[in-house]
Each structure stands twice: as structure tokens, then as C-alpha cells.
């Protein structure tokens, strides 16, 4: 262990009468073995940042006129954009299958007296979700309806 | 040496309050057995080479949950930990997130402060009367909460946990799912109390399912489970005050 972790982590609210060495983190924390995937999943919150300005972005052009616009939709072709909407898919892809791992287990044995439907059961609506709102939205932004 | 012994070095993390500014490092030549675990290594080094180690242990069955220390940088209980699986160098250290004491014991009274917090006993509205016999529960009651209650009070789930590491008042894995066990059981009646506590500031809400804890805890306990159930239960009870009479608490 190398690196200290808060200093009062895991401390009494009192001090003892004994001198103690200060907390230190885990040694893999934060890159190193599972604590990667954990890590990688947080960090994916700065690629949600930087898609929620690129949506401010887009509906700024569109309504400031069709010329505007029609640079944005240009800009948005480039490698760079195109590029960075693939990572952003792998990181959406990595944190949805991640979650939905998580997600039955975090379910309590009943609420009142409603028992929450088997894993597997779960599992298929999260997945059946997931790929029923993409098929959706993806009708919609090939012109499909509307 | 004789069959089944071999020398492993012990990298062993030493901390003696009254000499040492920081911990520092000590190597030990250990002739081990092939089934020994890594506290009869340790214990060897006490009993045979240096009687100033300190470290604690009691059971040597993984029930007491007392020799929990970082073994090759993973929190472990050293008394279920096979030497064999290990290669020539095994380090040992206090657990990480904790207030080192000496060598590798660590500062418990904070996590005691914590597990008191969440009120992990049976709490009733009303004692039960001797004459009205004891409480009955159907074996699918105790299997609610069963599994939350095989924790042993290790810590090596706050050795893991990175927002323990980082964020000092949270209660953490261990307690929350002690105090949720206790809210699962048919006999209890004061979960809404223990949701009270849950909904505060550093509890349940600050955990972000790392599920590091559920990863190390060796008693199967999936402590981040009960952690997200507490938030789920937490919620549910705090909406219920709005519509229900007398709050969520019927």
C-alpha cells in the first residue's frame, strides 16, 4: 500500500490514547485488477458530460438558422464526431450490461407483499427493453415513422 | 527440509507507534507446510522469529472473523488462505481504509460506531410477553434474510470499498447489511427507524455499487446487495410517508 486514503476514513469520532498510521488505499485501486471496471464505469459520466454539450450544441445550431445547422449536421460526419459517438456507444453498451448485471440482486425479497420476479425473468425484460427503445429509436432516425 | 516444506519470504507491513513515523516493510525466511494457511505462517514468525509482530486472530476457522489483512494486496481472512495458491513472496498488511494500530492491527472502534448506528438487534414496538411463547418464523421468512446474516464482522468489505476509502462518514457495506437484515426479519418492527438512519448522510446513497464488497466477503454475505435493497426500501418508505397515514410505517 502506497498511497494514503482519507485521512479520517474508518476513524472513531473520538481519538484513542494510541498513535495510529494514517489509512492507506488498496494497492490496485484505482486501475488495477476489478477495481478497472469500476473505474471505467464512472469515468464513462465525463463521455455523458461531453454528449449532453454536444446535444446543447445541436439544438443551439438548430435554432439559430439552416445554415447553421446544416454545418453542424457537416461537423457531426467528420471522423472526430463519428468517432467519438463510437466510444460513446461502447462505453453506453459497457455500463448498460454492467448495471443490468447489478441490477436483480439489488432488488429486495418483496415490497409489502409483492415478490420481485426471478433473475433470468428480470434479465430478459432489462435486455428486451434495451433493445425494443434501440429498434425504436432506431425506426425513428432512419425516417422510418414520423 | 523435510517433504512437504518449502521457504516462502513474507514481506510483512510493521508499525510500532512509539518508533515509527510510517509503516515500513520486514522480510521474513518462513520454512512453511504445505497445508498451512497464511496465519500459521504468521503465527510461526511470532512464536519463532521475531515475538514483536503483532497481528490478531482467534478461531482459525473463518467464524471469528478477526485475522482479516491484505494478502498480496486483496483483503483477506488469513486463516482460510491456502500458502500453496500463493508464489514465493506473500505480502501481508494491515487492511486498507483503516487506522493502523500496530503492524497489521487495525482500528476497529470506528466500524464499531458504525454497525451501532444502523440498530442491528430485533427492535419491537411492543415486548412480547414470556406467557405468549416465542415467535414463530416459516423457514421462506428466514430465507429473506438469512444470507445477510452470515456476516462475521471481518471489515475486509470496508478494506475494499472505494467510497469507504474516500468518504469518512460512510456507514458502509458491512453495517448497512446487518442493519437491512434486521429489517427483513418477520419478528422486527423497526425497519422504519433503520430507514430513517439509511436515508441520512452517508449511508446507503453514497455507495456506487462497486460490488468490491460482495467481491472479497468470505462468508458469501453480497453485502453491495443488501446496500442497493436498503436504497430501494429507504425510497419506498420515505414516498410512503407521503401517502400513507401515519406515515410508511403500518
Known sequence: MSRSAHPRAMAASKPGSTRTAPPQLPDRFPFGGRYLAYTLFDLTGILYLLLGLSVLCAVWSLGSGEAVWNGALERHRSIFYLGFHGIALAALIFVGIRFFAFFPKAQPPRVGRVKPPPKPVILAALYGLWIGVTACMTIVLAGGIF | ?250
Open chain 2, 1 to 250: 527440509m523435510s517433504d512437504g516444506q518449502q521457504n516462502k519470504t513474507f514481506v510483512v507491513t510493521r508499525f510500532d507507534p512509539d518508533r515509527d513515523e510510517v509503516p515500513r516493510k520486514q522480510s521474513y525466511e518462513v520454512p512453511v507446510r504445505s497445508d498451512w494457511k497464511v496465519l500459521d505462517a504468521l503465527n510461526f514468525i511470532k512464536d519463532e522469529i521475531d515475538a514483536t509482530l503483532s497481528h490478531r486472530w482467534s478461531c482459525r476457522m473463518a467464524v471469528c472473523g478477526s485475522c482479516g489483512m491484505m494478502v498480496n494486496g486483496e483483503p483477506r481472512l488469513t486463516c482460510k488462505e491456502a500458502l500453496a495458491q500463493y508464489g514465493d513472496t506473500v505480502e501481508v498488511a494491515p487492511l486498507a481504509n483503516f487506522p493502523v494500530v500496530r503492524d497489521l492491527v487495525v482500528e476497529a472502534d470506528g466500524f464499531m460506531e458504525k454497525l451501532t448506528s444502523v440498530k442491528p438487534w430485533i427492535i419491537r414496538a411492543k415486548e412480547r410477553a414470556v406467557e405468549e411463547g416465542t415467535m414463530r418464523q416459516s423457514p421462506a421468512e428466514l430465507e429473506e434474510f438469512k444470507q445477510f446474516s452470515m456476516c462475521i464482522n471481518c471489515m475486509l468489505c470496508y478494506s475494499a470499498c472505494p467510497v469507504v476509502a474516500n468518504e469518512p462518514k460512510f456507514i458502509g457495506p458491512a453495517a448497512i447489511a446487518l442493519g437491512h437484515r434486521y429489517s427483513l426479519d418477520s419478528r422486527d418492527e423497526g425497519a422504519a427507524e433503520r430507514n430513517a438512519v439509511f436515508r441520512g448522510e452517508g449511508t446507503v446513497f453514497s455507495c456506487s455499487f462497486a460490488n468490491e464488497c460482495s467481491e472479497v466477503c468470505p462468508k458469501n454475505v453480497d453485502p453491495a446487495a443488501a446496500v442497493n435493497q436498503a436504497k430501494l426500501n429507504a425510497v419506498i418508505d420515505w414516498a410512503a410517508g407521503f401517502v400513507l397515514p401515519r406515515g410508511g410505517d403500518e
